[in-house]
């Protein structure tokens, strides 16, 4: 009998991950991964929840609509 073993990448890469806005650092790092505002952030989880992937997408919906100079 053989066991496989899964690495830390492999096991997250089944779990959507969430953005957590009540910490500051998680934010912070959050605008960063996505090149964005920590304000913009906190707006997109506000407006369609804490799932990183829904946020993206959000966050690339919205793009068009922003001044340049966000």
Excluded at 15 to 41: G, Q
Aim: glycine share 4%; hydrophobic share 35%; proline share 3%.
């Amino acid at each position: 009998m053989t066991t496989t073993s899964t690495s830390p990448l492999q096991a997250r890469a089944g779990k959507s991950e969430r953005i957590d806005v009540t910490y500051d650092y998680a934010v912070c790092s959050w605008a960063r991964h996505f090149n964005v505002s920590e304000k913009r952030v906190k707006e997109a989880v506000a407006a369609v929840g804490d799932q990183a992937e829904v946020v993206r997408a959000h966050l690339k919906s919205t793009a068009c609509e922003q001044p340049s100079g966000y």
